[in-house]
């Protein structure tokens, strides 16, 4: 019997759009012999549009506008969504951000017994929580910037101190936004006030980081059919603008990524085992990748993505097609990871 797979994107984070050009491209290299496809899209305003594919494929406006889309069916909200997922075999979590990728939508499918692809509600939320993730990190012996949390619940935390601490440039970054989205690089006291005020209207706590110079790289790991997990070739990203923000990271141009990255092969062994080693911390499932920095022969561990991005641009595809792999072998190993973790009864 052909294998139902729902690719889920959209959402109300401030990755909507990013979402969608993964699930598009997901949806433009699943082996359509294979499986029977149904795009799930959610808007920012949480409803539920679903399509099952036949011979044709939509346009990527219709994955941005599917209420106005003859192929689509909706809008349903979470709690009247069961034509949604009727027959779904497997999830396929094209989502980045909040709802998405921080174990809101897990436990939502954990609660409708579906099957998804990547981890599953506490290892989503702690990696999604750049804040709770740094503390898991210490406490497994990674090398992270020097940080401060600034917001309601730090009173003793003023931008005195934190210029003191962390001089210029530093980083300022809501803690649950991934993409380079709902942050900033703050060059000078006043950017840092600013950035304050803005990022605050966002999230009641704010992650401030010391700015680390070198290289920066990728890394990820994924699952193979066994069960065991491999670290996939290191990528070195090197960004045009002056760091690594999200017009660096989706426009075509606008940085170089090397892969493999061209360093010594001790470094490279590096950072793969950091990226394993992230991984089972964490306690991810499926797939992950892991950004990191290297100064001073330390590597510095920035963050870990749980759902990385599938856009034609994006780092974990560029890498396991360096192996010889093709897009569509990548969305198979992805699925059976899935399968996996249902045989074993993980979630």
């Known amino acids: 019997m052909t294998m139902q797979v729902n690719i889920v994107m959209g959402g109300p984070s401030a990755e909507y759009e990013v979402s969608l050009h993964s699930g598009f491209e997901i949806l433009t290299h699943i082996r359509k012999d294979l499986y029977k496809i149904r795009i799930v899209t959610i808007t920012k305003s949480q409803q539920f549009f679903y399509s099952d594919i036949g011979s044709s494929l939509p346009e990527f406006s219709e994955l941005l506008s599917p209420e106005k889309s003859d192929r689509f069916k909706g809008p349903f909200t979470a709690a009247s969504s069961d034509p949604v997922w009727e027959n779904c075999d497997i999830a396929f979590l094209a989502l980045h951000g909040s709802y998405g990728e921080d174990g809101i939508i897990q436990g939502f499918?954990?609660?409708?017994?579906?099957?998804?692809?990547?981890?599953?509600?506490?290892?989503?939320?702690?990696?999604?929580?750049?804040?709770?993730?740094?503390?898991?990190?210490?406490?497994?012996?990674?090398?992270?910037?020097?940080f401060s949390v600034f917001g309601k619940n730090f009173p003793d935390i003023t931008p005195d101190i934190l210029e003191r601490k962390h001089g210029f440039p530093c980083f300022i970054k809501c803690p649950q936004s991934g993409s380079?989205?709902?942050?900033?690089?703050?060059?000078?006291?006043?950017?840092?006030?600013?950035?304050?005020?803005?990022?605050?209207?966002?999230?009641p706590g704010l992650l401030v980081e010391s700015s680390i110079e070198g290289p920066e790289f990728s890394c990820g790991v994924i699952e193979q059919n066994d069960g065991s997990l491999i670290p996939l070739p290191p990528v070195e990203i090197r960004p045009k603008s002056i760091f690594f923000d999200y017009k660096a990271k989706y426009t075509t141009g606008e940085s170089i990524e090397l892969v493999p990255a061209?360093?010594?092969?001790?470094?490279?062994?590096?950072?793969?085992?950091?990226?394993?080693?992230?991984?089972?911390?964490?306690g991810c499932s499926g797939i992950s990748r892991t950004d990191m920095i290297l100064n001073d022969d330390s590597l510095y561990v920035l963050e870990i993505n749980t759902l990385p991005g599938m856009t034609k641009n994006s780092l974990l595809p560029r890498a396991f097609m360096s192996c010889k792999g093709t897009y569509s072998d990548l969305i198979d190993t992805i699925i059976n990871s899935a399968l996996n973790k249902r045989q074993y009864g993980v979630k």
């Open 109 to 146: 499918l954990d609660t409708l017994g579906i099957t998804y692809t990547g981890s599953g509600v506490l290892a989503s939320a702690i990696a999604m929580d750049k804040i709770i993730s740094k503390f898991i990190f210490i406490q497994n012996g990674f090398t992270v910037p020097p």
């Open 262 to 282: 061209p360093q010594p092969e001790e470094l490279l062994k590096q950072i793969q085992k950091i990226a394993l080693d992230a991984h089972r911390a964490i």
């Open 180 to 203: 380079s989205r709902l942050m900033g690089r703050a060059g000078s006291k006043e950017d840092l006030v600013d950035l304050i005020n803005d990022l605050s209207k966002h999230s």
